[in-house]
């Protein structure tokens, strides 16, 4: 039976059920006991888990990711909350260099079975801003973590994926980086699928069906494209599809092509700062695999590549509604030149 959560009462509830399911998933972190973690994403699961399933560690990254790894090399399956994903920059070499590659330094002989929690980004939801805590704690790291090969990195959008991704994550034998937007955490309610419901690491969502621009948007820029999908539809009679990948690592490729060659048209946003950001991945895909299809540029919104400023001063930073509603009519209003126009013909056959 399904019941109506919250994106942090998904991601406790995950919690509790993988827990009940498996007794080598065990919880690692800094307050995740009694006092249920900095937001409270683990309140309530000390009581019932108890010290010997529930490890508090004093601040240290790199102890507690380090025992992680010792817990994951000896059969245990280890989840392991950073408070802010900012932090896990101290133990970097851990998740870079021991993490990601255990499974290739030994030839495929061990893995590292654990999930690292990341609540990352600004307080950045599907209707504006609602305040943040600057520059050392408000940061978008995806890409660093999708440049590392053999992580599996995932950014679940709503509570229902963000429930069934972190399911499927504990159970997966690889390590995964789970992304969690904390500004999503209180902001959204929805309802959740009962019994064990899991989502496919590695499978899109459409969001939106439309037939005139694909928005590839991640994280809480889910919650702007839908908004936006929204306001084109009434103010300029266009169709958008919106596209949540879920999983960046592995990326489900087909399904953004697909849309991509239904709309000719191309966004991607993401709260990350541009250069660098994942969107610019997505970006060539499309230019390398439907290059062909493409009526427009492809285009990206992001944050500016500036520190984050704190509070309401991050307005000007990140990207929101108006800046990707404005970025989407701009691919709407711009074309490729044809065919005897006097430049070579671009992108997908004219009529």
Request: with cysteine; proline share 6%.
């Amino acid at each position: 039976m399904s019941s109506r959560m919250t994106y942090i009462q998904a991601i406790r509830e995950a919690h509790r059920q993988e827990m009940r399911r498996d007794e080598s998933v065990m919880l690692l972190g800094i307050d995740v006991g009694p006092l249920g973690g900095l937001f409270g994403a683990t309140r309530s699961l000390y009581a019932e888990f108890g010290p010997s399933r529930i490890l508090e560690f004093p601040i240290s990254e790199t102890g507690y990711i380090g025992a992680g790894i010792g817990m994951a090399s000896e059969g245990f399956r280890p989840i392991i909350e950073i408070q802010m994903a900012d932090f896990v920059t101290v133990a970097l070499d851990q998740v870079m260099t021991v993490v990601s590659k255990e499974y290739a330094v030994t030839g495929g002989a061990s893995s590292l079975p654990l999930v690292i929690r990341l609540p990352f980004g600004a307080n950045l939801t599907g209707q504006g801003y609602m305040g943040g805590a600057g520059p050392a704690h408000s940061q978008s790291h995806e890409a660093w973590f999708c440049h590392s090969p053999g992580l599996t990195v995932v950014m679940p959008a709503n509570p229902a994926d963000a429930l069934g991704l972190l399911k499927s994550a504990v159970r997966s034998p690889d390590p995964v980086i789970f992304m969690e937007q904390k500004g999503l955490y209180y902001a959204i309610e929805e309802e959740v699928p009962g019994g064990d419901h899991l989502v496919d690491i590695g499978k899109a969502r459409v969001v939106t069906e439309g037939t005139d621009v694909t928005i590839v948007a991640l994280g809480a820029m889910v919650h702007v494209a839908e908004h936006v999908a929204e306001i084109l539809a009434r103010e300029d009679g266009a169709s958008a599809e919106v596209i949540d990948p879920r999983t960046l690592v592995p990326l489900d490729e087909q399904t953004i092509l697909d849309s991509v060659r239904k709309t000719g048209r191309l966004v991607i946003t993401h709260e990350a700062h541009r250069t660098g950001g994942f969107g610019a991945e997505i970006a060539a895909i499309a230019a390398q695999k439907a290059f062909g299809d493409l009526v427009a540029p492809v285009l990206r919104c992001a944050a500016k590549d500036v520190a984050i400023p704190a509070g309401a001063a991050a307005l000007r930073v990140l990207p929101g509604v108006a800046e990707l509603a404005s970025t989407v009519r701009e691919v709407l209003g711009s074309a490729y030149p044809r065919h005897g126009a006097g430049l070579p013909e671009f992108g997908r056959a004219s009529a």
